[in-house]
């Protein structure tokens, strides 16, 4: 069963503070990716890496930082984080190649920044 | 204009009820067409997946791509209450992009 592991369900961050946020992945997948999901905005890719040390900014790359320095395990980095920033993250992943438009996704963390 | 406009609902409609969702958009690049549902507190999972035009079924579900009208459709048939959960439809405008487009999804609930 292929699965898509986050660090935590539920966060609670204080302004101004540094967050790491884990995903894991047993696929031996190609592609990573980093989404924050919003009422109203669907989702949004932050960052996706195609390959380890690899990364390509996504649609909202502002305020994130990611890093992969092993296959499985594709880390979101809220350098500073903000009220603005308070949202369900949401890890994928998927083969590359002809199989790449099915992405497997984690439970997501939810994320407050008070 | 977002690339992808779908309705976000509620929709709510009866067990048995035949239920449309449906998305459009406007970038004509876009030739790969995914479905995605997902329940309450959980990540979504690939439902359906089309190319190009034309339908396809998968048991209850039918996907439907209108490329000339750029509208893409999925149909649930006898819907049960266990088909409650968020909709949301996806896009790719080649093979091997790994970046997909999402709608907003459209919340379904099936009333027993």
């Known amino acids: 069963d292929v699965k898509v592991t986050q660090s935590s369900r539920y966060l609670v961050k204080r302004t101004g503070e540094k967050v790491f946020l884990e995903c894991v992945q047993d696929?031996?997948?190609?592609?990573m990716f980093w989404y924050r999901q919003d009422p109203g905005l669907g989702l949004r890719l932050i960052y996706f890496?195609?390959?380890?040390?690899?990364?390509e900014k996504g649609d909202i790359p502002e305020g994130y930082s990611v890093s992969r320095e092993k296959k499985e395990r594709f880390s979101l980095i809220l350098e500073s984080a903000s009220t603005n920033q308070t949202s369900m993250y949401l890890c994928?992943?998927?083969?590359?190649?002809?199989?790449?438009?099915?992405?497997?996704f984690g439970p997501g963390t939810r994320l407050t920044v008070t | 204009q977002k690339e992808v406009e779908q309705d976000p609902g509620p929709l709510s409609v009866p067990e048995g009820a035949i239920v449309s969702l449906n998305c459009t958009y406007s970038?004509?690049?876009?030739?790969?067409f995914m479905w995605y549902r997902q329940y309450s507190r959980k990540g979504p999972e690939l439902l359906m997946y089309?190319?190009?035009?034309g339908n396809k079924e998968d048991g209850r579900f039918t996907a439907q791509v209108d490329k000339s009208s750029k509208y893409i459709s999925l149909f649930i048939r006898d819907s049960q209450p266990s088909d409650s959960a968020t909709y949301l439809c996806?896009?790719?405008?080649?093979?091997?992009?790994?970046?997909?487009?999402f709608g907003t999804g459209t919340r379904l609930t099936i009333i027993p």
């Open positions: 994928a992943s998927s083969l590359a190649g002809m199989s790449s438009y099915e992405q497997y």
């Open positions: 696929m031996d997948h190609e592609n």
């Open positions: 890496s195609y390959d380890v040390k690899m990364k």
């Open positions: 970038n004509s690049a876009f030739q790969y």
């Open positions: 089309t190319y190009s035009s």
């Open positions: 996806a896009m790719s405008s080649y093979f091997g992009n790994e970046k997909l487009t």
